[in-house]
């Protein structure tokens, strides 16, 4: 771990990698002292916000090097359930770079429980890890000029979903209603650092363009 100062209210924790960041970040997020405002993860680092005028910086740099981190199987976090159209476009490439085929893709994506890492790239857009290591594709070559809102996409180690209508380049393998941000909503971010997220097929019928759920949406 390396700490460098980031302005008067901030320090920058570095890490040699993404699994070092998740499990301090979970150990530092379950026991901020007064006058620490924000944890900010990402792929490397965890931006820790403070108050000076409640905390000295020396005070918070102790605790992020005295802090040790924490399993995963340790912290209690929220868990959101996210219904998916499995129809992308993608989807069929996906199964053959794979060898999955398009139901072994589906079934991959739904049988494990994804974390949230971070958040990044627009409002409500969150980089999910901890998925089936079959999974791993590269981003497209060519990125599409505009991806629609609700797109479950496929990118690396990761998966996410476009919280809004954007460019992209990730493989979109599904759709969801599901809000990903609303400015109204306290958070307003759906999915949260640290936050399991497990993905529910719902059925899709590719002539008639219906679907049903498999089972009762449940909040979130």
Do not use: C, K
Request: proline share 8%; aromatic share 6%.
């Amino acid at each position: 771990m390396r700490i460098l100062p980031n302005g008067d209210a901030a320090l920058l924790a570095e890490f040699t990698s993404l699994d070092d960041v998740l499990a301090h970040y979970r150990a530092l997020d379950a026991d901020r002292p007064h006058g620490v405002i924000d944890l900010v993860p990402a792929a490397r680092t965890v931006l820790v916000r403070f108050e000076p005028r409640e905390i000295r910086g020396d005070t918070v740099r102790r605790w992020i090097t005295e802090t040790p981190p924490a399993d995963a199987d340790t912290v209690v976090a929220d868990e959101v359930v996210i219904d998916v159209r499995y129809d992308g476009p993608d989807l069929t490439e996906v199964g053959e770079r794979t060898g999955l085929g398009a139901d072994g893709v589906i079934s991959a994506h739904t049988g494990r429980v994804w974390t949230v890492a971070f958040g990044g790239f627009a409002p409500g857009f969150a980089y999910l890890t901890g998925g089936d290591d079959r999974l791993q594709v590269s981003r497209r070559e060519s990125p599409r000029v505009a991806v629609p809102a609700g797109a479950v996409g496929l990118a690396g180690e990761f998966s996410g979903i476009y919280p809004q209508r954007s460019p992209g380049g990730w493989q979109l393998i599904g759709t969801t209603d599901a809000e990903l941000w609303q400015p109204d909503r306290t958070p307003a971010a759906l999915l949260r650092p640290g936050a399991r997220v497990r993905f529910r097929p719902v059925r899709h019928s590719r002539v008639t363009g219906s679907s049903a759920p498999d089972a009762q949406p449940t909040d979130g």
